[in-house]
Each structure stands twice: as C-alpha cells, then as structure tokens.
C-alpha cells in the first residue's frame, strides 16, 4: 500500500527556519520522484519543489529559490524540505506526492499524496 506521510510543520515567525518531512511506503525514492506543493487558504495548488530519482535533479518555484531546498534519505525512504528565511506568503498546508518518471512543479503527473501539514509563518 502506498503512503506519503507529512511531518515537520508549525508555528514559527519571518526569518525562521523549518524541515518538513515526508515519509514513504509502498515504494523506492530511487524509482519515483517527489514533489512538495503548497496550498494556502483560497488558493491554487502551487509546485514549490520537486527531486529526480534518476539523477538528483531539482526543481524549486521562483518564489522560493535560495531559501528551500529538497533533499532524499533513501536508507529512511524520506525526503526533506528545509525551509530558510520563512516568510507570511510561505503559509501553507504543504503536501508530498510522488510521480512516475517525470519531475515537475504541476500537480497533475503526481500520483500519490500525502495528507499535508501546516506551515504558519506569522510575528
């Protein structure tokens, strides 16, 4: 059985740092490729990371290039997103999904998701 599991979200102020993590089963980080997306209230689904299994290539959206940066543990089936410098606009449920064979920041290749966690970024 498939299962994406989000952990690692909360409450923090601009200018701190968080490290999500999203914990796979029923299947190899070295076979499916993961995204991160976001969604905050009223909004779209928006891509703001993704990591290649076949070649470690990344993919990070404009908004937060310099600041986040995706990283696997294949030894824990887990990949991370270390989130720097947060800012208000990075408030967000932010999800895991894995896709096939294609590393993109749109959601539709994305097969499986997880169940997301919070980010609120806030003074």
């Known amino acids: 059985q498939v299962q994406l599991v989000e952990s690692g979200g909360g409450l923090v102020q601009p200018g701190d740092s968080l490290r999500l993590s999203c914990a796979v089963s029923?299947?190899?980080?070295?076979?499916?490729?993961i995204g991160w997306f976001r969604q905050a209230p009223g909004k779209r689904r928006e891509g703001v990371a993704c990591l290649s299994s076949s070649d470690g290539d990344t993919k990070y959206a404009d908004s937060v290039k310099g600041r986040f940066a995706i990283s696997k543990d294949s030894a824990k089936n887990t990949v991370y997103l270390q989130m720097n410098n947060l800012k208000p606009e990075d408030t967000a449920v932010y999800y895991c999904?894995?896709?096939?064979?294609?590393?993109?920041?749109?959601?539709?290749?994305?097969?499986?998701w997880g169940q997301g966690t919070q980010v609120n970024v806030s003074s």
């Open positions: 029923g299947f190899t980080l070295d076979n499916w490729n």
């Open positions: 999904a894995s896709a096939w064979k294609i590393c993109t920041l749109i959601t539709d290749p994305f097969h499986y």
